[in-house]
């Protein structure tokens, strides 16, 4: 297999890089493509060092798997070239993603969409609402889903480095003032933002993302998780409402989901449904902290709706960046390989 990992320098490549090497993924010849800045590095791969090679520039020619995590305008200009090469490109950016020509696929939930590509492009689904698919088909499969509405509690990691940075130079302003019983976040000299409106430690964003100009008020973070979860689920009609909410956590996505059903669906039958399903573990507190670093969906809390039919309550939570993004850009890479048999 002869591998390309574009986007190979920045939060995701990183990750990309340390899943294929703990996965054993076969890799016969590893290329790194990037922007023109980071051009000429060398970056490690095994026992090799591989110069970065420049994305807009490069010969796309030889590559079997093309991994890509670039910014979407770059993705819509790079993946079809890399298609047109001979590539499959497994693209993590929101460029490809509504496509009706391009699967977007989480193999827990959806692998059978790999059977046809027609584009020669795979998208790998928002981070956000990767994080609840591998609970909500499993429930799905078992009751029918109806409706969902959703309130996530998304980590500052999900905006990148630079949201990462922000967040821990707001928290070492209040280090010295920590001891202050009455402090409450307020009066403090934050350093300038550059990501966020408003200061993100301690506090908390229920408006960060860009609102969308059709009327509906709401954020496009909020309308990709109703239009990927449809398409996913393969449920074109699902009603799904959504607020999304940044809050002042490094790593893991959450959110609380209230599910309404078809069919009547107990408390124990839905856990005994999630404690067999892949990439979902459940857990009494489930919390960021438990899923940093980790490949699973964490889900807990699960109750009964008052005042609905056949209705959940539960709690979710995953690592944005790993099994977010990442990993299922290799579980896919590794569905497509199994398919070749």
């Not at 922000?166 to 009066?187: H, M, N, Y």
């Amino acid at each position: 297999m002869r591998i390309a990992i574009v986007g190979a320098t920045g939060q995701v490549g990183v990750v990309l890089r340390s899943i294929l090497a703990e996965r054993n993924f076969p890799v016969d010849q590893m290329r790194y493509l990037a922007s023109g800045r980071s051009a000429g590095t060398t970056l490690p791969w095994g026992d090799q060092d591989i110069v970065v090679e420049d994305a807009s520039t490069a010969d796309l020619s030889g590559i079997d798997l093309a991994l890509c995590s670039a910014p979407a305008w770059l993705s819509r200009e790079l993946a079809p070239r890399l298609a047109a090469a001979g590539a499959i490109v497994i693209d993590n950016s929101s460029a490809w993603r509504m496509d009706p020509d391009v699967p977007l696929v989480v193999p827990e939930a959806n692998p059978d969409a790999l059977a046809h590509i027609p584009k020669g492009i795979v998208a790998n689904p928002n981070c956000t609402t990767m994080v609840a698919i591998p609970v909500l088909k499993p429930l799905h499969d078992a009751a029918g889903l109806r409706r969902i509405t959703v309130s996530t509690y998304q980590a500052v990691s999900g905006g990148g480095v630079a949201a990462v940075r922000e967040l821990a130079e707001q928290l070492a302003k209040t280090v010295d003032r920590a001891q202050d019983l009455t402090f409450s976040g307020t009066a403090v000299d934050y350093p300038p933002s550059s990501v966020y409106d408003v200061p993100i430690a301690h506090n908390i964003i229920p408006l960060q993302f860009s609102v969308v100009d059709d009327g509906s008020l709401e954020t496009d973070e909020e309308q990709k998780y109703r239009n990927e979860s449809r398409k996913i689920l393969g449920l074109p009609d699902l009603v799904v409402n959504c607020t999304c909410v940044r809050v002042p956590v490094f790593t893991g996505h959450s959110a609380t989901i209230l599910a309404e059903f078809e069919r009547e669906i107990s408390v124990d039958e839905a856990s005994t449904v999630l404690g067999g399903a892949p990439g979902v573990a459940l857990a009494e507190i489930p919390n960021p902290l438990m899923a940093a670093g980790g490949d699973l969906s964490y889900v807990g809390r699960i109750r009964k709706a008052q005042g609905i039919d056949n209705a959940l309550n539960f709690f979710v939570v995953g690592d944005n960046v790993r099994k977010g993004a990442a990993l299922n850009v290799v579980q896919i890479a590794e569905a497509l390989l199994a398919a070749r048999g």
